[in-house]
């Protein structure tokens, strides 16, 4: 069963953006499946979660035992709530917690098989998340109603005919520039 997503942005920040009118429920449905697409399309496009949610167990490996920093998978940390070492339990409370970057640092080095569970996203709720994601979504979402609507044809010439249709792998150029500086940047 997968995770049921919280979206983003709001249907109604969504139907201001498409200028919807907010009585107009006839297409309710399919911007709500667009709007929980387009979150977990951002997402994964930046590699960090939008709304912070429970990541638990992330495994990391320590086989050299010569970094006293664990850098956590998702940004910025909410909460830290276990971290077990070699199946023993360390007191979170011992460590110095950079939340903001997802850097957990100890006194002596980590050493083999490491446990993490915390709570991370880069908005603690859907009021908190950015406007220039909610608007990346939204820009996402008229990008693709609008190629629903052509019928997928970016462009069409009549001399020589040429047809290029459009890549749904690719996040809108508008949407990309707005979720560029949210992008996960792997050291």
């Excluded at 409370?93 to 006194?107: F, M, P, R, V």
Aim: glycine share 6%; aromatic share 8%; net charge negative.
């Amino acid at each position: 069963m997968s995770e049921i997503i919280q979206p983003a942005c709001t249907l109604g920040d969504l139907k201001i953006y498409l200028k919807i009118s907010e009585e107009d429920e006839s297409k309710d449905a399919l911007l709500n499946l667009l709007l929980e697409s387009c979150t977990i399309a951002a997402e994964r496009y930046m590699g960090r979660y939008i709304i912070a949610r429970e990541i638990t167990e992330e495994p990391h490996d320590f086989e050299n035992g010569k970094s006293k920093y664990l850098q956590l998978e998702q940004y910025p940390v909410f909460e830290i709530s276990k971290i077990i070492q070699n199946g023993e339990e360390i007191e979170v409370s011992s460590l110095k917690a950079d939340k903001y970057n997802g850097l957990i640092k100890k006194s002596t080095p980590w050493r083999g098989a490491v446990l993490a569970s915390y709570k991370a996203g880069i908005a603690a709720s859907q009021e908190s998340v950015p406007a220039n994601i909610r608007l990346a979504i939204c820009c996402w979402i008229a990008s693709m109603l609008s190629e629903q609507e052509s019928g997928g044809v970016k462009s069409e010439t009549l001399g020589d005919y040429s047809v290029s249709y459009y890549d749904e792998r690719q996040v809108p150029p508008s949407s990309a520039v707005l979720l560029e500086s949210y992008r996960k940047v792997n050291l």
